[in-house]
């Protein structure tokens, strides 16, 4: 079974620029989670999706960062513009109905000079 | 204001010996209670989890401990092996699935 697909690994802009992430979950797990991992912290969740509509995104600062699940399927996070802060490694989960266990891919770490 | 804490930054255990790495949580409501396990340029991977209803679950060399009187979770690792050398996150279930992580452990087993 494929594990969540995330590109690209690796991303470096300068500040006030725009970079997108993309993610494609677990086949048949309707729940995609966002989660932003500082150095030295826990992942922190941004985004919550069931399906195509929208959980829970109270963490997400809405001013820069936006992010769609077009068909229920595959998401993109995108940051407009990037700050100094916004460096860290931007995780992708999805969870299968009913469990308790998240799935996460790789991550792509973003790196704002 | 964090839910959940892990007040060892770091932990450093001798090749089979025991590793206890623990974590407190404020909140009585959360459902389950996992550990994950997470290698530098990889996503966290599910370890063990433990259901709010239980007290202890074993799964091979992985023990995890609930207290729920004291709201404290561990995770017991017998013996210790050079491959578990890892941070390990533990983390809570609430309201439909949503996961709160704390802030690590990075644990070193030492040959």
């Known amino acids: 079974e494929a594990g969540v697909a995330q590109s690209p690994r690796y991303k470096i802009i300068e500040k006030r620029q725009s970079v997108a992430f993309w993610c494609n979950p677990i086949s048949g797990h309707a729940t995609l989670y966002w989660y932003q991992q500082i150095l030295g912290q826990g992942p922190k969740l941004l985004i919550q999706f069931q399906n195509n509509g929208v959980v829970d995104d109270s963490q997400l600062p809405k001013d820069r960062f936006s992010a769609e699940r077009l068909k229920g399927v595959d998401s993109t996070l995108k940051i407009q513009p990037a700050k100094l802060e916004d460096s860290a490694v931007y995780l992708c989960a999805s969870r299968f109905q009913g469990g308790e266990k998240l799935f996460f891919g790789s991550g792509t770490q973003l790196s704002v000079l | 204001d964090q839910q959940v804490k892990q007040n060892s930054p770091s932990l450093s255990v001798q090749e089979g010996r025991i590793s206890i790495l623990n974590c407190d949580y404020t909140?009585?409501?959360?459902?389950?209670f996992l550990w994950y396990k997470k290698y530098p340029a990889e996503g966290p991977t599910f370890l063990i989890s433990i259901s709010s209803i239980k007290d202890k679950n074993e799964d091979g060399r992985f023990t995890v401990f609930l207290n729920k009187s004291a709201k404290h979770l561990s995770l017991h690792i017998v013996p210790s092996q050079p491959g578990d050398s890892a941070v390990y996150f533990c983390?809570?279930?609430?309201?439909?699935?949503?996961?709160?992580f704390g802030q690590g452990t990075e644990l070193s087993v030492k040959p």
């Open positions: 983390a809570v279930t609430y309201q439909g699935g949503k996961l709160i």
């Open positions: 909140n009585s409501m959360f459902d389950y």
